[in-house]
């Protein structure tokens, strides 16, 4: 049997910092209130003239430097991403020309907060059917361009950020991507969207103008829907794979929230040992959160070769899923 193998990983964020007290002095909030709702502490925010590409690039190279991948060898490009550089072409064909994958194909990958996701298992499934032997998967989001830096309720949640990881196909290994699970519920589009650019509110018309700018978030009903969607899939994907929350070393859940991490902790059983948070640091990255923990996870000791990790993510659509990961 063929195993996807993540065999590297890169990540990157801007360098620009905004911090709690920096909020405070652009809507009405204050620190105390973000870190209570939230457990966020600061993000990182793109500046004019970057974009998802110019954060996916640099993490696409990282991680092909880290799996001694050379570009030329790659054959897919899938990058998980809603705030994409244009309408198109793709994110995923401005990396692959970036870096030199000659010989690659490449698509995006449109599931918001759970781009990552989607992505690792579309291209863990290509690789395990010997289609394809290696693929490298970006999760990029840069959301801060999209917020109402007027709405309080959404501008203090999110940062910008990627992640990515170079796929190889492998036999007689245990590691490599064990179980996937892909869910939605598009009765809960209107929970979360940014309607802004595609063809119902086409740029320059008038509606484009309106709120339909903006990323809208109906915080309450997502955070009701997050807590429930992060245990299920968790539980899911686990009891397909035959497995128990004891099996899992380390728990990388998307960083939204911290209160919608300790509910899935709580009912997935876990001491915090086993439970990887960055939240504070880069806020809500949407497609790049998952890698970037993984990223960091790794970088701090607490992920090793042979570890069982488990992701989740959830967001706009709705979606929800979750990897299983023998690492
Ligand atoms: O990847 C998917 C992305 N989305 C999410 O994960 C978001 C999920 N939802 C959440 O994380 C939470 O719902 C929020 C953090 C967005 C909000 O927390 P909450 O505990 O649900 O607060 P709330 O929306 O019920 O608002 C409580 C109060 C309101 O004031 P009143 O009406 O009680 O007077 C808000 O106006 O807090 C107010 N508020 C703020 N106050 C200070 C809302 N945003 C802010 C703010 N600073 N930034």
Redesign the pocket.
Known sequence: MIRAVIEGIGHSVPEKKLTNEDLERL????DE??VQ??GIKERRITSPGEAASTLGIVAAQEALEESGTKPEDIQLVICGTVTGDYQFPSTSCLIQEAIGAKKAGAFDVGA??AGFIYALDVAGSMVESGRYETVLVIGVDVLTKFVDWKD??TC??FGDGAGAVVLKGQTGTDRGLVKSLLLSDGSGAKH?HCQMGGSMFPAGSKEAEGDARRVY?N??E??RF?VNAMGDACCKVLEAAGMEPGDVDLFVP?Q??L??IQSAQKRLGLDDERVFINVQHYG?T?GGSIPLGLYEAQKQGRLKKGDLVLTVG???GLVWGANLIRW
């Open positions: 809507v009405d909030t204050s209130w973000i709702r939230t918001a907060c309080r309720a203090v949640l979360i978030m915080g309450s997502v955070y997050a998307h939204a929230n209160r919608i809500n949407s959830f967001g706009a």
